[in-house]
């Protein structure tokens, strides 16, 4: 099964001001999802950034917003963001996830996704939680549940599909 781009957006689950700190290898959490969302944005996937409980937990970091390329988020207090989102991805078939916790929000997020027909891609090196064995587990759970798993290089690549291009310059650059 291939990742096509136009069947396809992103979200980028609760990357928030008191979350991110907290996280296991959180710097290579953003490092990573800022490639991920600066690859997606120059591919031009449409990309939705979601906060959980913005007057609790402050607003998405600032390098977030930046390589997604957006300043608009989607404000949700379920742990699940698919009643918040739903909107966004409808009509898609694939749905990239990245972002924070592994075992919460974006587990809840993936289970509702399936159940409502779309196919999950989980960014297995975008995605964190406070403990590594939480996000450990998450991950089987996502993967039996039936998301996919890849990593932030893989899925740009995919969706790429070709040398040569403008686009892939950019990428490459990103990559590098």
């Known amino acids: 099964m291939r990742i096509e781009k136009e069947q396809t957006v992103a979200i980028g689950i609760d990357y928030q001001e008191k979350l991110v700190p907290v996280m296991h ?3 290579k959490l ?3 999802s800022r ?3 600066s690859g997606l944005s120059t591919l031009e996937v449409p990309i939705c950034l979601t906060q959980q409980y ?3 937990l402050g607003e998405t970091v600032p390098e977030i917003i930046a390589a997604a390329g957006i300043k608009e988020h989607v404000e949700k207090i379920s742990f699940s963001a698919y009643e918040d989102i739903k909107e966004f991805v409808k009509g898609k078939r694939f749905v990239i996830l990245c972002g924070i916790e592994a075992h ?3 587990l809840q997020t993936v289970i509702d996704l399936i159940e409502h027909g779309h196919v999950p891609i989980l960014v297995v090196d975008c995605i964190s939680s406070r403990k590594a064995y939480d996000r450990k587990i998450a991950l ?3 993967e039996k549940e039936g998301a996919f798993l890849t990593t932030y290089e893989a899925v740009i690549f995919e969706l790429l599909k ?3 291009t403008e686009q892939s310059k950019q990428i490459q650059r990103l990559i590098k």
């Open 30 to 32: 953003i490092e990573n």
């Open 54 to 56: 913005t007057k609790g």
């Open 104 to 106: 919460i929000c974006v």
């Open 140 to 142: 089987k759970r996502a």
């Open 162 to 164: 070709e040398a040569g």
């Open 25 to 27: 290898k959180k710097e």
């Open 35 to 37: 490639i991920l969302l």
